[in-house]
C-alpha cells in the first residue's frame, strides 16, 4: 500500500515539492518555537532563589547633590526602618532582583587559576535575610565585619564550578571586573547560598558572587542608591506615598523611584516573552499558508482522480477506506518534509549551538513533530471526506 502510495506522490512530483518544501521549513520553525518555549517552561518552573512578594525597590538619584551623600543615606535608612508598614530595609547597588543592571566580572582562585565569567552584587548584611535567601553553607554578612581578608558569599552555580569537590568556606578569590579591569584584590568565602537569578524567570542561573556593601565604605561619589524595602502584606498606595514623602524629607534635592519587585518581574517576563510570541506569529502565518496550499493541492486531486475514486467505490472500496488512502498520501507526504527537517535539528544539540541542555532540544523537536504531523492530518480530513462522499454512479457517468 504504501508503495503504491509513494508511486502516486511521485507522479505528481512538482506539486508535491512545493508542499514539501513549506512542511519543512514549517518543521524548522515550529522546532525553534518549541524549543524557545521548552526554555520558557523550564525556566517558569525554577526558583528565582529569592522572596520576591511584598518586596519593593526604592531607585535613588543624587542629582549631582554636593551635600554628602553617605549620611543622608544613612539618616534615610533609619527614617524608612521606622516607617509603619515596612518590616526591613536592605542596601544594593547592582543586580538588584529583576533589574537592568548587572556587574559582569571575571571571577578565578588565584593568580594561575582559570578566570570564569559571572556577575557581582553587592548587598548589605540585611539583604539575604529580607529577601529569605536560604544560606547552604556558612554564613550571610554581619553588621560589623572585621575579617582581613574581604568576605563574599557566592551562590550555588559558583561554588560547583570553582569547588566541585573540595570545601568552599575559607577559600580565596580574585574578582577583575570586566568594564575596567580593576582587580578587587584577594577575597574570603564565608558563605554559600543557593541559586540566584536576578536577571527574571527566564534566565538561567548562572555563577554570582556577593561582596560587603556596607555605607560607611561607600563611595561618596555615588550617584544612585538602590533600597529594597521589604513591606507588611497588603501594603499598597498609600504606603509608597509615605516613602516618597520620606525621601523627599530627608534628601531635598533627591528623586526617587518605587515599584514592586512584582511589577518588575511581570515587565522582564513580558519583554522575555516577546521573542516566543513573535515566533508564534510568523509560525501562524506561515501555517496558515501551507494550509492553503494542503487544501488547493487536495482539491485538485480528488477533481482529478473523481474516476478513479468512483471506479472503486463501485468494486466494493469503502468511504473510510477512500478517505484514508488521502490521508495517508498526505501525512507521507509530511514525512518526506519532515525527515530532512530532523536531521537539521538534531545538528543543533550536536555542536552545542545555543550552548543548551539537549533536552531542551529534545522538547522542541517532539512539540514541532506532534505539530506537523497533527497540522497535515487536520488539513487532509475534511478534503478526503468529501473523497469518500463521491457516489460511484455520478462520477463514472461524469467521465
Not at 173 to 194: C, N, P, W
Not at 212 to 222: I, Y
Request: a positive charge; proline letters at 6%; hydrophobic letters at 50%.
Amino acid at each position: 500500500m504504501i508503495r503504491h502510495l509513494l508511486k502516486i506522490i511521485w507522479h505528481r512530483k512538482r506539486a508535491n515539492a512545493l508542499l514539501i518544501a513549506e512542511l519543512f521549513l514549517s518543521f524548522l520553525v515550529l522546532f525553534g518555537l518549541g524549543t524557545l518555549v521548552a526554555v520558557a517552561a523550564q525556566g517558569l518552573r525554577r526558583a528565582p532563589g529569592f522572596a520576591y512578594a511584598d518586596v519593593w525597590e526604592l531607585r535613588l538619584s543624587t542629582n549631582n547633590d554636593p551635600a554628602a551623600a553617605i549620611p543622608t543615606v544613612a539618616r534615610l535608612l533609619a527614617q524608612l526602618r521606622a516607617t509603619p508598614g515596612v518590616a526591613d530595609v536592605s542596601l544594593g547597588a547592582f543586580g538588584t532582583p529583576f533589574s537592568t543592571y548587572s556587574m559582569s566580572v571575571k571571577i578565578s582562585t588565584g593568580p594561575g587559576g582559570p578566570p570564569l565569567a559571572g556577575d557581582e552584587v553587592e548587598a548589605d548584611h540585611r539583604f539575604a535575610p529580607l529577601l529569605q535567601m536560604a544560606v547552604l553553607e556558612g554564613r550571610w554578612f554581619e553588621p560589623h565585619e572585621n575579617s582581613a581578608l574581604r568576605p563574599v558569599v557566592i551562590n550555588r552555580e559558583l561554588r560547583q564550578a570553582l569547588f566541585p569537590h573540595g570545601p568552599a568556606l575559607g577559600q580565596r578569590l580574585q574578582v577583575r571586573h570586566f568594564t575596567t579591569g580593576q582587580e578587587s584584590g584577594d577575597a574570603l568565602v564565608v558563605g554559600v547560598v543557593g541559586s540566584y537569578r536576578a536577571g527574571g524567570d527566564l534566565g538561567a542561573p548562572g555563577p554570582v558572587v556577593f561582596t560587603c556593601h556596607n555605607l560607611a565604605d561607600s563611595a561618596s561619589h555615588r550617584v544612585s542608591y538602590t533600597l529594597l524595602v521589604r513591606v507588611r502584606p497588603g501594603s499598597g498606595a498609600a504606603l509608597e506615598e509615605r516613602l516618597v514623602r520620606t525621601v523627599a524629607a530627608v534628601a531635598k534635592t533627591w528623586s526617587t523611584g518605587v515599584i514592586s519587585l512584582a511589577d518588575s518581574r511581570a515587565a522582564g517576563l513580558q519583554t522575555a516573552l516577546a521573542p516566543i510570541i513573535a515566533g508564534a506569529l510568523v509560525s501562524g502565518f506561515l501555517l496558515l499558508n501551507v494550509a492553503l496550499g494542503l487544501f488547493g493541492a487536495l482539491w485538485q486531486t480528488i477533481s482529478r482522480r473523481r474516476a478513479e475514486i468512483g471506479l472503486r467505490r463501485a468494486v466494493g472500496a469503502t468511504g473510510p477506506g477512500i478517505s484514508g488512502q488521502f490521508v495517508a498520501e498526505t501525512l507521507i507526504i509530511t514525512t518526506l518534509a519532515v525527515g530532512p527537517g530532523v536531521l537539521v535539528a538534531v545538528q543543533f544539540p550536536l555542536l552545542g549551538v545555543f550552548g543548551l541542555p539537549a533536552a531542551l532540544y529534545g522538547v522542541g523537536l517532539a512539540l514541532a513533530v506532534a505539530l506537523v504531523y497533527a497540522f497535515a492530518a487536520v488539513c487532509a480530513a475534511q478534503p478526503s471526506w468529501q473523497a469518500a462522499g463521491i457516489r460511484p454512479a455520478v462520477a463514472l457517468r461524469e467521465e
